[in-house]
């Protein structure tokens, strides 16, 4: 029993889990809420490598950079869909959590019928990324995930 869970132990370090979180969140009087969760060391290694620099998300001196730069790395990664409309998202700004970066955007206001993303965050560098999407609407919640066989996901509000 002990060598099965050593060889569990063993796998699991050599196949880390690789996942971030979207939300998406719709009001009739406010703009959409987005966040996007994901863990804090490979966004700073995706950034990197999409800008051939070294960056340091949890350091103040590099904010203006990693503002950009993450503005950048999401306009590039992120697209929403709202009623067959293409939404430019309004990027807000980060925080640091325990081992994750939750990046915050905004969308245009109203409530809608249909939603398709397309969120391909850090799919291009971890094949194996998982990207969970939620949307609220109503106080109901969809949800459902992309990944490099599925980077588009549609969500169908109508009531």
């Not at 309004?90 to 969308?107: H, P, Q």
């Not at 206001?109 to 799919?123: P, V």
Request: aromatic share 6%.
């Amino acid at each position: 029993m002990l060598v099965w869970v050593n060889l569990l132990l063993v796998a699991l370090q050599l196949h880390p889990f690789y996942m971030s979180v979207t939300q998406l969140q719709l009001f009739a009087n406010k703009p959409m809420q987005i966040t996007c969760r994901i863990f804090t060391d490979d966004l700073e290694a995706a950034l990197k490598e999409s800008s051939k620099t070294t960056i340091d998300l949890t350091k103040p001196e590099q904010q203006t950079w990693a503002d950009s730069s993450l503005k950048k790395y999401l306009a590039a990664r992120l697209h929403i869909k709202a009623d067959n409309k293409v939404l430019q998202l309004t990027y807000l700004g980060y925080e640091i959590t325990d081992e994750a970066t939750t990046i915050y955007l905004e969308g245009n206001t109203g409530l809608h019928h249909s939603i398709l993303i397309k969120n391909t965050i850090l799919i291009d560098r971890l094949p194996q990324q998982l990207n969970i999407v939620h949307v609220l609407q109503n106080g109901k919640t969809q949800s459902n995930k992309c990944n490099k066989e599925k980077q588009d996901v549609s969500f169908n509000l109508k009531n």
